[in-house]
């Protein structure tokens, strides 16, 4: 199913850079909305993946509930392909694959940075700048905190690991003095 996820996804980013009807963090906020109503609700959830109902009852409650959410036009005509090709249960795939393609085009790059405290304004550009230059893409950086690092941070970006934590130099040092 990722392949056809990772089709959609495409799709919907030429649909968004194509047009001008709305932004992709604007599209990408309203069907991430709409996913989280599918998941609190198992109802809606049901109705809208359920070969029982019919396509345009779908659309209709797509549309009622698009409407009171303000949706756009586009994430709203998203939302009616999916349901027109019975493809609603991967809308949470679809979303961050989406972002990834939404990134690519972009020349952006996500890193996950856990640090041993939490960094402070100075620590984040100067960390960011190294994984732009590493990288040669700008770079969206989240932050979490893991006390069990001791200190330093370890950065992930896509399948690379960049580990300068404290643990990870105190592993290796111990590795050598084994041998």
Do not use: C, W
Not at 44 to 58: F, G, I, Y
Not at 116 to 141: C, I, M, S, W
């Amino acid at each position: 199913m990722a392949a056809i996820a990772s089709r959609y996804a495409r799709a919907l980013a030429d649909a968004v850079t194509g047009g001008k009807m709305a932004g992709a963090d604007q599209v990408e906020d309203q069907l991430k909305g709409f996913l989280g109503l599918m998941q609190e609700s198992a109802d809606l959830r049901n109705v809208l993946t359920s070969p029982a109902v019919k396509p345009k009852q779908k659309k209709s409650l797509v549309e009622t509930l698009g409407g009171k959410l303000g949706f756009s036009l586009l994430a709203r005509n998203f939302l009616f392909v999916l349901v027109d090709h019975k493809r609603m249960a991967l809308l949470h795939e679809i979303l961050p694959l989406f972002r990834g393609e939404m990134d690519d085009r972009q020349g952006m790059v996500q890193a996950d940075v856990t640090s041993a405290a939490p960094l402070g304004t100075d620590d984040r550009v100067k960390l960011e700048a190294a994984v732009a230059q590493r990288t040669g893409k700008k770079v969206r950086a989240t932050y979490q905190v893991d006390p069990t690092l001791i200190g330093g941070a370890v950065t992930r970006v896509g399948s690379t690991i960049y580990d300068g934590s404290v643990r990870e130099q105190l592993q290796i040092l111990r590795a050598k003095l084994i041998q």
